[in-house]
């Protein structure tokens, strides 16, 4: 089992930055992907980024450039610095952990508010 506790969400103005954080414990393996996603009212869940243990990264077109996902792989934590923040941000972020298994554990979420 991985456990996995985010933290960093809350309310900023358009253009602001937040920073997401995301610590994983319990069985970790040493090849793993972290990523973040989120599910806004009404639609579906969707990926942002995720960053393997070798520090590959992927971002979804409408972060590029605007958001960086990095990891600090002694301490089995995750972050994303979201900079230039936009209303259509908006959303709760769930961190996503995958295994050497392809095993996924999901967190509890964190909600993420720009105001415009």
């Known amino acids: 089992q991985v456990q996995l506790v985010e933290s960093g969400g809350g309310l900023v103005q358009a253009g602001g930055s937040l920073r997401l954080s995301c610590a994983a414990s319990?069985?970790?393996?040493?090849?793993?992907?972290m990523g973040w996603y989120r599910q806004a009212p009404g639609k579906q869940r969707e990926l942002v980024a995720e960053i393997t243990s070798g520090a590959s990264t992927n971002y979804a077109d409408s972060v590029k450039g605007r958001f960086t996902i990095s990891r600090d792989n002694a301490k089995n934590t995750v972050y994303l610095q979201m900079n230039s923040l936009k209303p259509e941000d908006t959303a709760v972020y769930y961190c996503k952990y995958v295994n050497s298994f392809q095993w996924q554990y999901w967190g509890q979420g964190t909600q993420v508010t720009v105001s415009s």
């Open positions: 319990g069985s970790i393996s040493r090849t793993n992907t």
